[in-house]
């Protein structure tokens, strides 16, 4: 597989890399997995003005707003594609805003992202796509590589699909190989850009559903950008849940009773809201409101 993708992407043959270092995190366990202080960003207008939140460990925040609210440049920030203008971003303790490129590795092997619309490569077997991550990693061996890859198809229902194109998927279909994608390195941390974005009602609960599987089952820490108001609430009160020998989802009505998911609405770049998926459904904030109207 390792050549076959190489070969494909026009990649020229190079050593496998030694191991990184992985950059020292939190000593305290309490301690948040993401941190971001006052941070602030401009291009060509203010992108983002003072933004500060805390992810915890296993827990889930769900970003909300807008079209150009600046949600998406947030998992940027994380993942060391941009640098902010002024404040602080910490990554499991790695300060990644005042990062090199070639120090960021180690962070990034942390982290899992599923973006919008899937992002695979065309020219890749579903198979193909899925193993990228770790045959660009070169430590580990072509049979390890597929025992990984079956088991992450596996998991989003899509194992026998291995040999197939993307081209020969359905939206939804696509967006799960996605998922697999970004699990098959197992991430400490993983981010969602719009994953349901597209997708009909039926095809989003079952991306919802593998967040949720993915939080609960692996006690994965998450983010989630999305401004489909459904998928968010879906995440925040949906739990696996062990039934006749598997888990199943299960979905709670009484928002005052759900944790771990926090919610975070950003407008025009400024955090309006920071709480529980409850205190935003009873927020009289007029903006608030008509949002979620």
Known sequence: MRETIRAILGLTPRPAPAPPEPPPGPQDPDEPVISFRDVHLSFDRPILQGVSFDLAPGTTKVILGGSGSGKTTILRLILGLLKPDAGSIHVDGADVGHMVEEDLRPVRLKLGMVFQEGALFDSLTVGENVGYRLVEDGNVSEADIEARVREMLGFVGLETFYGRMPSELSGG?????????????????????????????????????????????????????????????????????????????????????????????????????????????????????????
């Open 173 to 293: 279909q696509r967006r799960r190989v996605a998922f697999a994608r970004a699990l098959v390195a197992r991430p400490q941390i993983m981010l969602y850009d719009e994953p349901t974005t597209g997708l009909d009602p039926i095809t989003s609960t079952t991306i919802t559903d593998l967040i949720v599987k993915v939080r609960d089952l692996d006690g994965v820490t998450s983010i989630l950008v999305t401004h489909q108001l459904r998928d968010a609430f879906n995440v925040a009160r949906t739990f696996m849940a062990r039934e006749n020998g598997q888990f199943l989802p299960k979905v709670v009505e009484d928002l005052s009773t759900l944790e771990g998911t926090e919610f975070m609405m950003l407008r025009q770049g400024v955090v309006e809201f920071k709480g529980t998926p409850h205190e935003l459904k009873t927020s009289e904030d007029p903006y608030l409101r008509e949002f979620l109207s």
